[in-house]
């Protein structure tokens, strides 16, 4: 899977959880958090790789989640676009 993730869709923390939980199809449980970002997404079992377009730092503990799932999680590949 290949998933383009828009910084520009993600003005505030509550519009970006709910950003990301409908693009990545993340489960009813997420619980709209960084430690349940992290979590759904050391969970993926299949190769997936992340185009990511965060143009400014309001993005920037996200983007430090998906970098460190990409770590944890050998399915997981991050490429920044910007």
């Not at 190769?47 to 050998?74: C, G, R, Y």
Request: aromatic content about 10%; some cysteine.
């Amino acid at each position: 899977m290949i998933y383009e993730l828009d910084g520009s869709q993600m003005q505030d923390v509550k519009q970006a959880h709910s950003y990301l939980k409908n693009i990545l199809k993340f489960p009813a449980y997420y619980g709209m958090t960084l430690d349940s970002l992290f979590d759904c997404l050391t969970e993926i079992t299949e190769k997936t790789v992340f185009l990511v377009n965060f143009p400014d730092k309001i993005h920037a503990k996200i983007l430090q989640v998906l970098k460190q799932s990409a770590i944890e999680n050998p399915f997981l590949t991050i490429i920044l676009e910007n």
